[in-house]
């Protein structure tokens, strides 16, 4: 082993290495564990827990599309209780940091859920996602409201000590704007981006061919986006920011650092290939010692403009 | 279930639109059971993106069979594979046939390309029970025997065989068929599998289905192939990993 | 030749097809014109135009990203009065309508690039690009604000009574209210969608590959935002719809179609094979004598949710 | 300038990573001009989306040839077409070096992969001018002289021919060189394109140079190729329409 330092730290939650499995990509970690070591990772992000277990959207869920793909899966879960109760055991195994992602329909529901998961102590940080396409209150999704991202984040922060990561949406104007509010609120990062809004139809039946109608995109078609939305929120908001979207290899991992990521999120490409975020960290190192880079987080926000 | 890298030993055109690929893995040919299925990745690159998921034709020793049509750009990319080229397969995944028990006479049911798991479900029980293969289709070129025994052949419009679909067609053997004795095992279109699973449930006859849904991951993780639950109104089933191979009791299709 | 009925409306303006070729990526007609017989097509729109000539950005102003690419040509087009003078007497040979797509730094600007073009006969439509990541007012982008968009759009209604078209820009979280606010004002139609801000960097340099950091992204990889832009305005509000993004083929024209679009706009494709958009009207006709379809406007909006 | 697919006749590896390939395409070989391009369209699905430009090589009757290295997905995908195979390709492209005049002796300087335009440069003058070939690259590997004549080599660490660039090759010459009665083409990479830029002007030496710029469309209707004018402030020159050979006194490298 080289003497090469992958960790990076966002606030205080210490990561071995930067790379996290995103939430919805992961389950909670079993089906993984068969192609991967878990203890190599950086983090691993839980599926979107709710208070109560949701059943999720009916089939079809899915649909691929020019270089992603299009989900709305409904944020089918097992509820708070029963993650507790049956995930919590298989995870303690292992020693790699959970992040509990929570999806709500109110604040007072983020709430409780954090509240119920944060003396859990495997549970190392929480990541609250106000960016899902079935959050609505008031007609507007939270995510794009920035005095209801404020809110949740203050409502949040006053019950746990846990490190806090807001997983802001891609659907807005300014992302940065959101990110500001999130760090004044009180919340450690922020985590960007989850999917943009997108839809797909069947020309021949003229019906959508995801029943939700609109899904989320996902994969290496968003790429370019969630770079410039990271950039965004480097430049103006001083706050750890975890890089996701369309991240297939290694050199994606490094353009997020440079943009300004601390860590980053793999999500899509845990379904083609489970084997590829152990693959990336042990190219990164490989690419620290080619570039003669001692410390990995040195690469964050290096951008030269 | 793991990931391998497999050299294609032939890819066949067996059918104006069909092929067999016959693949080199050991790996997946010592532990894969009939009615199970692999999630392929056709390309190295993002195009297409994600996986494709076939079901195991058959096994002969240390190789595979594939069997598919082709529908899009990844089933096009898979066909043009050739001698010695690479394919990364995911698997073996899912549930499968449970071909065991006391049953003396196996129905199978295919609609289409849904005749893709029958050649290795046959070896299989060719020499323990009575098979009646009754193989469905549009029209003449639909018809997809390969690989399967005692076949009948239904077409709708009928250019071969009996003149209907394939559940009429099954029909027609009722007086014959002693439920006691008799499984059925299917895969098809859901349209067929829907009619069968009516005609199955008023006639008492035990049958298994290999249902299909859009999938990303193939193995669980995403979610993305939820197939509604009889028994349990609270929580949809996996077609992955649930199935794709179910009781036509246990699903609503 | 069949019966078929191609033709479609867009408020005023009666097009022969609905394919247009989308602004900058045809440049003022000369070049495609070797491709391409302009008298097929529905209409062309010009590149941007401003009052005064552009040079725009420097090299490099390209990068190919998965299924797309991001641009930042910086506007760089001949100005208002060169186009009259040297660009429409080419155009003028052509039995094509002529779209002209103006692009401005002020609202002044905009009315006066309109007002200076109206008179010309060659001119049949005006498109409002108020989505070009280089036009600011007060440190936001104009087509990210929904008031700087409606006064846009009065004050250029008010010197034209030409069809007068907005181009939206997709950088927003509900692009129905600018939708909207376009026909509260007397706009006849929106445009939807302009490209999504997005950005690439070589992990080498750490430089952005493109000049101006930020590009436009394009081409197949946002086709499933841009279908969701469309219908969401299709579902909201009662204007005329262009529909732009990603489109590669004849079976993404009737996927525009059936989520609301009355028109589309051919971008990046142009590009890649030239002569497609011609091949793309025989298919759509080849289409609609399979499909029973006599009138390929009744698509417009054929969803079935 | 138009469109064709054109089948490839064979794709020859001539060095570690170096290819030539050669298409029967009589449209193109007929009306092409050295130092012109083609762009071209490696695959018919969207990756990659884009066309990659590609120098003329060389013309050999109906048969036009292409030399490239594989650096990313579009060439790795072009090295893999094999007889028969078709290629889309868009084109002839750009001006191509002006080969006329009075002069009597031509310098062709290359850098790397810069060596593609010039067997067909070579072909066509090579009755009728002096030829002196400068050829230079990082190191051995990188030296390609395929088609040229009167070849001189350089490398940066000296592995081959001259220790240097090939710019400090061609200061070697001066001694000798009548600018009067010469023309120097040139192909390589901006660094090298600049510093023969400076040298010729220094010494009074007519140049032309072929540039490179990243391309979407090739014919000058994306605006996305620009290159500055030394003589016109207000606009940009575009490198696949106005170049992609500029007299070097014209643009500024
Ligand atoms: C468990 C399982 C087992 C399967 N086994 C076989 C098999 O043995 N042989 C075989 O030929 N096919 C099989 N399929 C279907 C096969 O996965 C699809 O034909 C294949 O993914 C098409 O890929 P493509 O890229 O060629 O087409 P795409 O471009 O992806 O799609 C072309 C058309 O086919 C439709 N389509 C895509 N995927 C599916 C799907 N999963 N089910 C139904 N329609 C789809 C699309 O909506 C589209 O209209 C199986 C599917 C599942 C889920
Ligand atoms: C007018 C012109 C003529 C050319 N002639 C030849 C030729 O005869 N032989 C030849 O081998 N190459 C030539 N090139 C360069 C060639 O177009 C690129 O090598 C090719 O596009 C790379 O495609 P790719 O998909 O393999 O690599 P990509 O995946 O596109 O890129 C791989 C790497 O190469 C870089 N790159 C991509 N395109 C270019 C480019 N245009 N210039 C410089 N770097 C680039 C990328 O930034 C990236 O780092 C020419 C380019 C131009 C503009
Ligand atoms: C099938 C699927 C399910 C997802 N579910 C969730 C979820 O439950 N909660 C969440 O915050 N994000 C969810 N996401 C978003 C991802 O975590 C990630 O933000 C997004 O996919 C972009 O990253 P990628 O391009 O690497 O996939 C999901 C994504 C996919 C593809
Ligand atoms: C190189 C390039 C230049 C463009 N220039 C303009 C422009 O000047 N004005 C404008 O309104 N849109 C411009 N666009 C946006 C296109 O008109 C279109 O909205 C966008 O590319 C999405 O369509 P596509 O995916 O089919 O390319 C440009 C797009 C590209 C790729
Ligand atoms: S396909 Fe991913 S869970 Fe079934
Ligand atoms: S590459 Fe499009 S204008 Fe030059």
């Known amino acids: 082993m080289s003497n090469i330092d992958l960790s990076v730290n966002i606030g205080?939650?210490?990561?071995?290495?930067?790379?996290?499995?995103?939430?919805?990509?992961?389950?909670?970690?079993?089906?993984?564990?068969?192609?991967?070591?878990?203890?190599?990772?950086?983090?691993?992000?839980?599926?979107?827990?709710?208070?109560?277990?949701?059943?999720?959207?009916?089939?079809?869920?899915i649909v691929e599309t020019p270089a992603g793909m299009l989900n709305a899966i409904g944020l089918a879960n097992v509820g708070v209780d029963v993650f507790l109760k049956e995930k919590i055991p298989f995870l303690k195994q292992f020693d790699v940091p959970l992040i509990c992602n929570i999806a709500a329909s109110s604040v007072e529901e983020y709430v409780e859920c954090t509240r119920n998961l944060t003396s859990e102590e495997t549970i190392k940080a929480f990541e609250i996602n106000v960016s899902c396409p079935n959050v609505k209150e008031g007609g507007l999704q939270f995510g794009n409201d920035v005095n209801a991202v404020a809110n949740v984040t203050a409502k949040v922060r006053a019950v746990t000590n846990k490190p806090l990561i807001i997983k802001l949406s891609p659907n807005v104007s300014y992302i940065s704007e959101f990110a500001k509010v999130v760090k004044d609120e009180g919340g450690d990062a922020v985590s960007a981006i989850n999917t943009l809004v997108g839809t797909s139809f069947n020309i021949f039946t003229k019906k959508p061919k995801i029943f939700n109608v609109n899904g989320g995109l996902s994969g290496p078609a968003i790429k370019p986006i969630a770079l410039a939305k990271v950039l965004e929120i480097s430049r103006k908001v001083d706050i750890p920011i975890i890089g996701i979207g369309g991240i297939m290899n290694w050199q994606d991992v490094v353009e997020f650092m440079i943009v300004g990521a601390s860590a980053v999120q793999i999500g899509t490409l845990n379904f083609i290939d489970p084997t590829a975020p152990e693959k990336i960290i042990k190219q990164l190192e490989d690419y620290c010692i080619a570039s003669n880079v001692e410390k990995l987080s040195n690469l964050t926000a290096s951008y030269i403009l | 279930m793991f990931i391998v890298n497999s050299p294609v030993?032939?890819?066949?055109?067996?059918?104006?639109?069909?092929?067999?690929?016959?693949?080199?893995?050991?790996?997946?040919?010592?532990?894969?059971?009939?009615?199970?299925?692999?999630?392929?990745?056709?390309?190295?690159?993002?195009?297409?993106?994600?996986?494709?998921?076939?079901?195991?034709?058959?096994?002969?020793?240390?190789?595979?069979?594939?069997?598919?049509?082709?529908?899009?750009?990844?089933?096009?990319?898979?066909?043009?594979?050739?001698?010695?080229?690479?394919?990364?397969?995911?698997?073996?995944?899912?549930?499968?046939?449970?071909?065991?028990?006391?049953?003396?006479?196996?129905?199978?049911?295919?609609?289409?390309?849904?005749?893709?798991?029958?050649?290795?479900?046959?070896?299989?029980?060719?020499?323990?029970?009575?098979?009646?293969?009754?193989?469905?289709?549009?029209?003449?070129?639909?018809?997809?025997?390969?690989?399967?025994?005692?076949?009948?052949?239904?077409?709708?419009?009928?250019?071969?065989?009996?003149?209907?679909?394939?559940?009429?067609?099954?029909?027609?053997?009722?007086?014959?068929?002693?439920?006691?004795?008799?499984?059925?095992?299917?895969?098809?279109?859901?349209?067929?599998?829907?009619a069968l699973k009516d005609f199955c449930i008023k006639n008492n006859l035990d049958c298994e289905v290999s249902t299909e849904s859009a999938m990303a991951c193939g193995f669980g993780i995403c979610q993305g192939c939820p197939i509604e639950s009889t028994t349990n109104d609270d929580k949809y089933l996996l077609v992955c990993k649930d199935g794709p191979v179910f009781n036509v009791k246990d699903v609503v299709i």
Chains 1, 3 share one sequence.
Do not use: W
């Open chain 1, 12 to 61: 205080s939650l210490k990561l071995r290495n930067p790379i996290m499995l995103a939430s919805g990509t992961v389950g909670y970690g079993n089906e993984i564990s068969e192609f991967s070591d878990l203890n190599k990772l950086g983090a691993i992000v839980t599926k979107s827990l709710s208070l109560k277990p949701r059943k999720g959207n009916p089939p079809q869920r």
């Open chain 2, 9 to 194: 030993v032939e890819t066949l055109q067996v059918h104006e639109n069909i092929f067999i690929q016959k693949i080199h893995s050991p790996e997946i040919a010592s532990i894969i059971k009939p009615g199970q299925f692999l999630n392929v990745r056709v390309s190295v690159n993002s195009f297409p993106l994600l996986r494709r998921p076939f079901s195991i034709c058959d096994v002969n020793g240390e190789n595979i069979f594939l069997m598919f049509n082709i529908l899009g750009e990844g089933t096009k990319i898979l066909a043009k594979k050739q001698k010695g080229d690479l394919i990364d397969i995911l698997g073996p995944l899912g549930n499968g046939f449970n071909l065991e028990g006391e049953y003396k006479n196996a129905i199978i049911v295919a609609g289409g390309l849904g005749s893709a798991p029958f050649p290795l479900v046959t070896r299989i029980i060719k020499n323990s029970k009575n098979i009646l293969s009754l193989v469905g289709g549009r029209s003449t070129q639909d018809i997809i025997t390969y690989g399967m025994q005692n076949v009948q052949v239904s077409t709708d419009d009928g250019s071969q065989g009996f003149n209907g679909n394939v559940v009429q067609l099954l029909e027609k053997h009722l007086a014959n068929i002693d439920n006691k004795t008799t499984k059925v095992f299917a895969c098809g279109p859901n349209a067929m599998l829907r």
